[in-house]
């Protein structure tokens, strides 16, 4: 079975021609041993350039990549100790599902009986036993799926790439196969790497997310660690963030068009923009003395049982704030109500651009909630 090994990424960089912005740019990363790390970022980031520098289908302009402190730059992909699952399962559809398992014992020198009967573990591992004998081509999506990771794993890689594997599947089957790896995390203890555009995904799966953006890593950590103190605004939007608020940091209280509001921990006085995750955002009633602001609803998106809510704050520039309703709560556009940002979850970021002048709000001398 699988014997995980731990990756390290140092200052991988990929230029593919002269005068071109580099598609990475020194972009270092640790894999623990048996841990999963997510690259998340948008299309054209620089994820995918990530997967197949890491696996040797390309060679980096700078940098290294080391498996268990072995230097790996010049080592073939298929001396790496590594196996890839892309977005297509890419199957063999001449072959059955078993012998596409057995392939990679094959191509090992594996006698024929011995590479089916491993095959056979492998997809009982995916949920698929029985399976063996049907045609390739005959299987659904997440079949196809799920043969092409027993595939990878037949190969006993050190570590497992995952190039956006899940993507292309509905809602349903997109979680059934965040279940599996998950499951296969537990019974088989792999190193992943895993790259993905879907912040969902990398929670649902991931120990750590690399937020990767313009070829440049813009920050690595824990999944509630990048939620709670993003980086920067790239960070905070593909985190799901939506509110943002411009405004200015001084002796720990960030001041904009909502007012004055204390921050939890030390940031640099100057330009700061505040974010809060909807999440820990509650909505009260407008006369709550415990309520920071106070805004009307301007806009409902359903989220099934539950319902985000954008809420306009008057003053300059018209402030808008997203909340997540309690399960089952009902609120119609154009109702009045108070908002209470979480304090422990009030985060400020530096703006994209030049500060612009302070607001009257900015630089009035108000009392911080």
Known sequence: MTQSGALELRGLTQVHAAGQPPALDDFTLDVPAG????????????????????????????GSVRLDGRDLI??????????MVFQRPLLFPHLSVRDNVAFADRVRGVPRRRARERAEEYLGLVALGGYGDRPARALSGGQEQRVALARALAAEPRVLLLDEPFSALDTALREEMHDLLA???????????????????????????????GG?????GPVRELYARPASLAVSRL????????????????TSALGALALPGPVPD????LVVRPEAVRVTLPADPAADVTGTVVRVRRRGLRALVAVEVPGPGGVSVEAELEAGEELPAGRAVGLVLAVAARAVVPPLGPPSSPTDAEASPVRPR
């Open 216 to 220: 440049r890593l813009q920050q690595a």
């Open 35 to 62: 841990s999963c790390v997510a690259v998340l970022g948008p299309s054209g980031s620089g994820k995918s350039t990530v997967l197949r520098l890491t696996a040797g289908l390309d060679e980096p302009t700078r």
């Open 270 to 273: 100057g330009p700061g923009v």
């Open 183 to 213: 499951d296969l995390r537990v019974r088989l203890d792999p190193t992943v790497l895993l790259v993905t555009h879907d912040h969902g995904e990398a929670d649902a799966l991931a120990d750590t997310v690399a937020v990767l953006d």
């Open 239 to 254: 985190l799901g963030g939506r509110t943002e608020v411009p405004g200015t940091v001084r002796d720990g209280v960030h």
């Open 74 to 83: 010049g080592v073939p992909p298929e001396r790496r100790g590594m196996a």
